[in-house]
């Protein structure tokens, strides 16, 4: 068994995509600020797209980190939902944007988060495309220095779904400890497109 | 994750093995393990019914198959998978404890040891749901338990500081339904919607309920509600009502009610005690201002009752008038304590505002000066629960030492009335004779008549077989001197009317064709009957 131990949330090793688990607010919380703040104290960019406020967030990790750190906040329905849904297309677009622009923004290597709290409302084929969504993103982490973290709620995400997640993911922190996915099959994967 | 010999239940030496090393059995692969492992983190902490949609989720990583079910209804007794149609059926079953199967259907034949890994997982499934069944009921007992400890806050709370209608909100907000109070006379005092036409008893039927109740240790279903009795059994007769019309109220709305209905006739009978208390300080009140009190005990105790001592009343007397064909006497005390609660009903005072007393048979009233009497006598003889009645009214207080002399006034003005027909009289109204009651010397008055009519008097006294002079000249002037109206009055001949007129004037010498003569002895006379009426003068 591959029980990475916690420290890959703090590290986040380049080219890493990988899925956390969360069961309340207060886990969310403390692992996101952890994952951020790991960013920041490395003088890494961080980013994440989420519904939370933005002062709030910024403030978890600041408290943290201390009072200068920085957090890139992307609203939910400015990504994930841009449009009123979710579309696996427009975010893998956006996603290789964002990876694409930030050396021209002066940051080599970014810790991206996205809260995917919200996806308790896909209906199956909703599902389908997020899945095709983490499929690409599995052929894109390897291209980049950056590490992709997808932020899964368990309150929100169905049952049926979780195994899913997990086989869409090379890694997963499931009550704070991260492993090798042994549900991940690359051959089973149904990526778009890597966008150009 | 296996701490007991996973044999004993399982039937398989594999699971002892996997358990004692942590090494898979041949024909399982680290990955399977790895699986089950993060799988048994999954499960932790979630619903059995999430539990399930995990495990089907789960089997197609495990074992090639084309669709999974879970079957919660059989529980076959079997420790190992089975063939069944189309597929295979792997026990979920755990220590003491088979919930069922796991149906892995499949178009190929799957040997032992590719169902292994399923089996692991139908055991770890096993525990899960078993675990989160546990949880579920200790989440129900906590809940339960918390339900308990607010009711048990709320009515606590409303025990120490709140009234009937506080008692009723909190059984309504703890129950969700709609709550009633019942009092004896009927009156209902509703909390949390409208109490339904349905749950609205006869008298007859209400009262059987009350004894059913007398007899019953707890409270009781009474078609579409559970109703408690407020109260001592030996003597209750107000009811705590939960209405129930799906019949699904249960054990803890029971004890709500009950719990409810215990500090409600604690409240009760607080309520009682009070407005007992507060009852006898009127009565106290009332009693020493008609006695005539000094005033600063009347305005003290006046202060205490929020009773204003200097808005003008009067003493006004209220008598039940005996229906026809019965005897006259002493009004029973239930149809006095009528009589008073209608009298303040007429005059509008609220319930413990009261200024009235039930006295030797009659009531005692103190009404604002300034009642209409004319329409508070119309309102008491609509008033079913009052009966008929006759009304004196005394004169105006208007210090707190008029009232011994508004009571004298209407004692006074009742006597002269009293065989009269009218059903009001008021003392300001009496005409001569309330100029003769204002006399406070019973001497002067006797003086007077004895001056006038003493001949008159005494001639009756020493014949009493004599025509009655004085009732002649009573209806004489009565008529205004008429001797043809006098006669009929009398039903006599005129001329007798003549000859007894003649005879007074020559008993008393008096000369009646003189006015101011004339006009003296017709004063005499109705002093006559004032004191006849009203005895001797109070001092």
């Given amino acids: 068994m591959t029980n990475l131990g916690s420290a890959v949330l703090d590290e986040a090793p380049e080219g890493t995509h990988l899925a956390?688990?969360?069961?309340?607010?207060?886990?969310?919380?403390?692992?996101?600020?952890?994952?951020?703040?790991?960013?920041?104290?490395?003088?890494?960019?961080?980013?994440?797209?989420?519904?939370?406020?933005?002062?709030?967030?910024?403030?978890?990790?600041?408290?943290?980190?201390?009072?200068?750190?920085?957090?890139?906040?992307?609203?939910?329905?400015?990504?994930?939902?841009?449009?009123?849904?979710?579309?696996?297309?427009?975010?893998?677009?956006?996603?290789?944007?964002?990876?694409?622009?930030?050396?021209?923004g002066g940051v080599e290597r970014q810790c991206i988060a996205g809260v995917l709290d919200w996806c308790g409302d896909l209906d199956a084929s909703g599902f389908e495309d997020l899945y095709r969504y983490e499929s690409t993103l599995n052929l894109l982490a390897p291209t980049i220095r950056h590490t992709l973290a997808c932020?899964?709620?368990?309150?929100?995400?169905?049952?049926a779904q979780i195994i899913n997640v997990l086989r869409t993911h090379p890694r997963v922190v499931i009550s704070g400890t991260v492993w090798d996915s042994p549900f991940y099959d690359e051959e089973e994967l149904r990526p778009l497109p890597l966008p150009q | 994750m296996v701490n007991e010999d996973p044999s004993r239940f399982t039937g398989d030496p594999r699971l002892t093995e996997l358990a004692r090393t942590g090494t898979p059995p041949p024909g399982m692969a680290c990955t399977e393990l790895h699986k089950l492992t993060l799988?048994?983190?999954?499960?932790?902490?979630?619903?059995?019914?999430?539990?399930?949609?995990?495990?089907?989720a789960t089997v197609p990583t495990l074992v090639a198959c084309t669709g999974v079910?879970?079957?919660?209804?059989?529980?076959?007794?079997?420790?190992?998978?089975?063939?069944?149609?189309?597929?295979?059926?792997?026990?979920?079953?755990?220590?003491?404890?088979?919930?069922?199967?796991?149906?892995?259907?499949?178009?190929?034949?799957?040997?032992?040891?590719?169902?292994?890994?399923?089996?692991?997982?139908a055991q770890q499934l096993a525990v899960a749901v078993d675990n989160a069944r546990r949880h579920a009921r200790e989440h129900d007992q906590v809940a339960a338990l918390n339900r308990v400890l607010r009711m048990h806050e709320l009515l606590t709370a409303v025990a120490a500081g709140g009234g009937l209608a506080e008692i009723t909100d909190v059984v309504a907000e703890l129950t969700g339904r709609v709550v009633a109070l019942e009092y004896r006379d009927g009156t209902i005092q509703v909390s949390g919607g409208t109490w339904a036409e349905g749950c609205v008893r006869s008298p007859q039927n209400r009262a059987r309920l009350v004894e059913r109740l007398r007899r019953e240790p707890r409270s009781v279903r009474d078609g579409a509600v559970l109703v408690a009795l407020v109260g001592h059994r030996s003597d209750a007769t107000t009811l705590l009502q939960i209405a129930d019309p799906k019949r699904t109220a249960g054990e803890y709305e029971t004890l709500v009610l009950e719990y409810a209905?215990?500090?409600?006739?604690?409240?009760?009978?607080?309520?009682?005690?009070?407005?007992?208390?507060?009852?006898?300080?009127?009565?106290?009140?009332?009693?020493e201002l008609l006695l005539g009190v000094p005033e600063p005990l009347a305005r003290a105790r006046a202060a205490v009752l929020e009773v204003d001592l200097d808005e003008p009343r009067r003493v006004a007397l209220i008598r039940p008038v005996p229906a026809p064909n019965t005897s006259e006497g002493s009004a029973e005390p239930a149809v006095l304590d009528r009589l008073r609660a209608g009298v303040e009903r007429a005059m509008g005072r609220p319930a413990g505002a009261e200024l009235s007393i039930v006295e030797a048979g009659q009531v005692v009233c103190l009404a604002p000066a300034e009642?209409?009497?004319?329409?508070?006598?119309?309102?008491?003889?609509?008033?079913?629960?009052?009966?008929?009645?006759?009304?004196?009214?005394?004169?105006?207080?208007?210090?707190?030492?008029?009232?011994?002399?508004?009571?004298?006034?209407?004692?006074?003005?009742?006597?002269?009335?009293?065989?009269?027909?009218?059903?009001?009289?008021?003392?300001?109204?009496?005409?001569?004779?309330?100029?003769?009651?204002?006399?406070?010397?019973?001497?002067?008055?006797?003086?007077?008549?004895?001056?006038?009519?003493?001949?008159?008097?005494?001639?009756?006294?020493?014949?009493?077989t004599a025509a009655d002079l004085i009732g002649t000249l009573r209806s004489y002037f009565h008529s205004g001197a008429s001797i043809t109206a006098t006669a009929a009055a009398l039903h006599l001949h005129e001329s007798t009317v003549k000859y007894r007129l003649q005879r007074i004037v020559d008993l008393t010498g008096h000369d009646l064709s003189d006015p101011p003569t004339r006009f003296a002895m017709q004063v005499a006379i109705h002093a006559l009957e004032a004191r006849d009426a009203l005895g001797p003068t109070p001092d």
């Avoid at chain 2, 209804?73 to 792997?90: E, F, K, N, R």
């Fill in chain 1, 20 to 104: 956390v688990l969360f069961g309340d607010p207060a886990e969310r919380e403390t692992l996101l600020t952890r994952y951020l703040a790991g960013a920041v104290r490395r003088g890494e960019g961080a980013v994440c797209v989420t519904a939370e406020a933005a002062h709030e967030l910024t403030g978890s990790v600041r408290r943290v980190v201390g009072p200068t750190a920085e957090v890139a906040v992307v609203p939910t329905h400015d990504s994930y939902l841009r449009g009123g849904q979710f579309s696996a297309q427009f975010m893998a677009g956006w996603v290789a944007d964002l990876v694409r622009q930030a050396p021209s």
């Fill in chain 2, 261 to 287: 209905a215990a500090i409600a006739a604690v409240e009760l009978a607080r309520s009682a005690s009070l407005a007992e208390a507060e009852h006898r300080l009127r009565l106290g009140l009332i009693t």
């Fill in chain 2, 69 to 121: 079910d879970i079957d919660l209804d059989t529980a076959d007794g079997t420790t190992g998978p089975s063939a069944v149609p189309g597929g295979y059926a792997i026990p979920i079953r755990s220590l003491n404890l088979q919930l069922g199967r796991l149906i892995v259907h499949t178009d190929a034949a799957l040997d032992d040891n590719a169902l292994f890994p399923v089996q692991v997982l």
């Fill in chain 1, 151 to 159: 932020f899964y709620d368990l309150q929100v995400l169905p049952a």
């Fill in chain 2, 371 to 464: 009642q209409d009497w004319v329409e508070a006598v119309k309102t008491l003889r609509a008033d079913t629960g009052a009966g008929p009645c006759r009304v004196v009214v005394g004169s105006t207080c208007r210090t707190v030492a008029d009232y011994p002399t508004s009571l004298r006034h209407a004692r006074q003005a009742a006597a002269l009335s009293e065989h009269g027909d009218r059903d009001l009289v008021c003392f300001d109204t009496l005409g001569i004779h309330r100029l003769l009651a204002l006399s406070n010397d019973a001497g002067d008055l006797d003086d007077y008549i004895r001056e006038w009519l003493g001949t008159l008097i005494d001639y009756r006294r020493r014949t009493s």
């Fill in chain 2, 39 to 56: 799988l048994s983190m999954l499960m932790t902490d979630r619903s059995e019914s999430d539990i399930l949609d995990l495990a089907v």
